[in-house]
């Protein structure tokens, strides 16, 4: 077989030109009709540069069907600034889309956003910065350069404390469902009329005068409305004295049994207080200060048992009905994530057992500086359940406010000397 190079024309270049199947036989004169020609090269005019690139013409909206993007006879330009694309017209027009919400009729362009009809963009062309003004003719009367208003469940809420203060005395809508799981059908009221003759001591300067009914006292229409839904037709003999002096600011150590109705004679009186007080700003963040939510309330309710602080807790929902007012409750053997992510709902009335609120206070979940109201609920059994360090730190180390710019409520069962004691340290007016 010889290598050498065939002169005859039976050359792969001379095969592959055999099998051209182009339909034009003719060639220009003086050239080879032998010649193979690329197809991207075929059927072009005798005489150009075979070499150049063809001429291609963008077709408009009107050949493309109504595709989107088509110019017709324009400049294109591809500019491309945080995704958006722009294109020049022959007049100098500039449309801009975002994606595929570009809409092209006759080279104008309107953008239609997600939310709403009116919704469009507009970019100056004399800006290079392509942001300015892009918050512009979101609404008939809206100021440009601004964000629009959101409208969420938390409008009206002023985090922190700032804005106008709320006024806690206006009594919100019913809620049925709510008002039947509180309130039931029954009645859950005491019925003291049988123990009217009880006697009842009450020592201290300037005493007010007990009342007889609950109509004797003034208080907001919230409560009102709550002692009628609970049916409490007679105050008991604790409420009649406790509950005038709680209002009238004073401290008060009061010795009652477990149902005698003391769980009403504080929570009457203070909750009142607050809903005519409204809410106090938060403390501002200060050296050492978690980065998590931490909540501020109003008044603390100690509890020896879980048993006692759900008690008192179910009791604050029911005169907290109706109102801005959220109480929360924290005691051991309980899941501590799942009150502290009720806390950050809320709190501005605390029922806690010592152990735990203590261990919330380690957490920088709750602070007390807001605590205007103390109350130590059965004060005897937390002391014989050796709950008086706890006690003692959670009243004097951790920012409470001082005897004298809060309002101290004990109450007791008994009253050894144990308790004189504390009540003498926690106490003023005794």
Known sequence: MSYESNQNGTGLEQQLAGLDLSAKKESAPGSNPRVYVPPHLRNQPSGGNSSAKPEYQERGPSQRGGDRGGYKGGERRDDYRGGRREYESQNGDRDNYRGDNYNSRGGNSNYRGRDSDD??????????????????????????G?????????SGYSKGGSGQPQDWSTLLPRDEQLEYELFGIGNTGINFNKYEDIPVEASGDDIP??????????????????????????????????????ISGRDVMACAQTGSGKTAAFLVPILNQMYERGPLPTPPAGRGYPSRKKVFPLGLVLAPTRELATQIYDEAKKFAYRSQLRPCVVYGGSNVGD???????????????PGRLVDMLERGKIGLANCRFLVLDEADRMLDMGFEPQIRCI????????????????????????IQLLAKEFQRNL
């Not at 800006?127 to 440009?144: L, T, V």
């Open 119 to 144: 919704r469009r963009s507009y970019h100056n062309n004399n800006s290079s910065g392509g942001g300015q003004n892009r918050w512009s003719d979101r609404g008939a009367n809206r100021d440009a």
């Open 146 to 154: 601004a964000p629009p208003p959101t409208n969420t469940r938390w």
């Open 209 to 246: 005068e007990c009342i007889n009914s609950f109509d004797d006292i003034q208080m907001t229409e919230i409560i009102t409305n709550n002692i009628a839904l609970a049916r409490y037709d007679k105050p008991t003999p604790v409420q009649k004295y406790a509950i005038p002096v709680i």
């Open 339 to 353: 009150q502290m992510r009720d806390l950050d709902r809320g709190c501005h009335l605390l029922v806690a057992t």
């Open 395 to 418: 009243v004097q180390e951790n920012g409470m406010p001082r005897t004298g710019d809060r309002q101290t409520l004990m109450f007791s069962a008994t009253f050894p000397k144990e």
